[in-house]
């Protein structure tokens, strides 16, 4: 029985490789799986600037609006590094894309709507239940327009000239934000002081987010190349005008950021139009 048994399964052996073609070889090999996970020291930096933008909201609740404009620009710091050294590590990926992009919604979105909220807008309620609804929904404007900011540009990072961005940047809507609270505090003026300044900069910041209006990216700067040795003495210069009075260097730079999108825009418009009625005039 054995022994037929072993003819058996000879013969069933030959029948199947004389089905097989002369030049078949067997693939013994599983594929190869793909190892899953994230890059960690790009995303590092962007749990950092979550963790900065997280904390500002819960010194906000707590009165200390100094500190919470500071951990905003903290946020802004980690922003800046986390894509730079993805790009430097060759460590870029999707999921870092995403995960920065939801970082910026609380970090540079909800963090300084909440922060002017708490220091200012919410006084408006003195006023009456109409103002103070006017005060929340300010900083409401200022969150979803970041929102909106931030998915635009994910959908039209690939179509849009490199050298300029659409709309104010969110992270320089913080700026204007998160500045004008640490200003107010170090001048030492209260919220309610300020209501009105308060407000035109929580909703102009987040109408210029929105807006088509463009501003200079400065991605055409070239760092590697040779620069005037003026540019080399700026440098410090910013470092020390920052460290003598951050609140006063950082908002007004970020004030006149946010205010040469809509100089430079009505400036060209202006031109244009010149150009267009001076090409109407008859010998033209």
Same mark, same amino acid.
């Given at each position: 029985?054995?022994?037929?048994?072993?003819?058996?399964?000879?013969?069933?052996?030959?029948?199947?490789?004389?089905?097989?073609?002369?030049?078949?070889?067997?693939?013994?090999?599983?594929?190869?799986?793909?190892?899953?996970?994230?890059?960690?020291?790009?995303?590092?930096?962007?749990?950092?600037?979550?963790?900065?933008?997280?904390?500002?909201?819960?010194?906000?609740?707590?009165?200390?609006?100094?500190?919470?404009?500071?951990?905003?620009?903290?946020?802004?710091?980690?922003?800046?590094?986390?894509?730079?050294?993805?790009?430097?590590?060759?460590?870029?990926?999707?999921?870092?894309?995403?995960?920065?992009?939801?970082?910026?919604?609380?970090?540079?979105?909800?963090?300084?709507?909440?922060?002017?909220?708490?220091?200012?807008?919410?006084?408006?309620?003195?006023? *009456?239940?109409?103002?103070?609804? %006017?005060?929340?929904? +300010?900083?409401? &404007?200022?969150?979803? #327009? /970041?929102? @909106?900011?931030?998915?635009?540009?994910?959908?039209?990072?690939?179509?849009?000239?490199?050298?300029?961005?659409?709309?104010?940047?969110?992270?320089?809507?913080?700026?204007?934000?998160?500045?004008?609270?640490?200003?107010?505090?170090?001048? *030492?003026?209260?919220?309610?002081? %300020?209501?009105?300044? +308060?407000?035109? &900069?929580?909703?102009? #910041? /987040?109408? @210029?987010?929105?807006?088509?209006?463009?501003?200079?990216?400065?991605?055409?700067?070239?760092?590697?190349?040779?620069?005037?040795?003026?540019?080399?003495?700026?440098?410090?210069?910013?470092?020390?005008?920052?460290?003598?009075?951050?609140?006063?260097?950082?908002?007004?730079?970020?004030?006149?950021?946010?205010?040469?999108?809509?100089?430079?825009?009505?400036?060209?418009?202006?031109?244009?139009?010149?150009?267009?009625?001076?090409?109407?005039?008859?010998?033209?």
């Amino acid at each position: 029985m054995r022994m037929a048994s072993w003819h058996h399964s000879r013969f069933a052996d030959a029948d199947d490789d004389a089905t097989m073609p002369d030049n078949f070889v067997p693939d013994d090999t599983e594929p190869p799986k793909r190892r899953r996970g994230i890059y960690l020291l790009p995303n590092l930096f962007t749990t950092g600037g979550l963790f900065a933008g997280f904390y500002a909201i819960i010194a906000a609740m707590g009165g200390r609006f100094a500190a919470a404009s500071a951990a905003i620009f903290v946020a802004m710091l980690m922003d800046a590094l986390d894509g730079r050294i993805a790009r430097l590590t060759h460590t870029e990926s999707e999921f870092g894309k995403e995960y920065d992009s939801l970082a910026d919604v609380v970090s540079f979105g909800i963090a300084p709507a909440l922060v002017m909220y708490q220091w200012s807008l919410h006084g408006l309620n003195v006023y *009456g239940w109409m103002w103070a609804k %006017v005060g929340w929904l +300010a900083a409401f &404007v200022y969150a979803v #327009a /970041g929102a @909106l900011r931030l998915a635009r540009f994910n959908v039209r990072v690939h179509v849009v000239d490199k050298r300029y961005f659409q709309g104010l940047p969110i992270p320089s809507g913080a700026g204007l934000v998160a500045g004008g609270v640490w200003l107010g505090r170090n001048l *030492g003026l209260t919220g309610e002081q %300020v209501l009105i300044p +308060a407000l035109v &900069v929580t909703v102009g #910041a /987040g109408l @210029l987010m929105v807006s088509s209006i463009p501003y200079y990216s400065f991605k055409g700067l070239n760092l590697h190349g040779r620069v005037p040795f003026t540019y080399v003495l700026a440098i410090p210069l910013i470092f020390i005008l920052i460290a003598l009075s951050p609140p006063k260097t950082l908002f007004a730079a970020f004030l006149i950021y946010g205010l040469s999108g809509p100089v430079l825009w009505l400036w060209r418009l202006r031109r244009r139009r010149r150009y267009v009625k001076h090409m109407e005039e008859p010998g033209h």
